[in-house]
């Protein structure tokens, strides 16, 4: 029933930016880290940014400083702030989340269904 959403792609000119982010809903009775992947065509799915329940971060270095994952524990939503975007950011962005739900308990990793990011001029 654990369910991830995200909204926020789209074409954008290098130097632009774009918000995505990404709602939890379903039976949940906690979530611990939170993260954003990206996967390129033909390339593999990598690593962007995540986020622990503490609010701990930790970024790729190809995205360092430019980008800023935070969280909204309260709307179960995590944001990716993506600033100074070039032409190799674009890929599909996939949101992740470890979710422990309820009814019955398990706990799992959890993947937004993507969203477009296009850098282009």
């Known amino acids: 029933q654990v369910q991830l959403v995200e909204s926020g792609g789209g074409l954008v000119q290098p130097g632009g930016s774009l918000r995505l982010s990404c709602a939890a809903s379903g039976n949940i009775l906690r979530i611990n880290a939170m993260g954003w992947y990206r996967q390129a065509p033909e390339k593999e799915r990598d690593l962007v940014a995540v986020i622990t329940s503490g609010g701990n971060t930790n970024y790729a270095d190809s995205v360092k400083g430019r980008f800023t994952i935070s969280r909204d524990n309260a709307k179960n939503t995590v944001y990716l702030q993506m600033n100074s975007l070039k032409p190799e950011d674009t890929a599909v962005y996939y949101c992740?989340?470890?979710?422990?739900?309820?009814?019955?308990?398990?706990?799992?990793?959890?993947w937004g269904q993507g969203t477009q990011v296009t850098v282009s001029s």
């Open positions: 992740n989340a470890n979710i422990l739900a309820t009814l019955p308990s398990m706990m799992r990793d959890y």
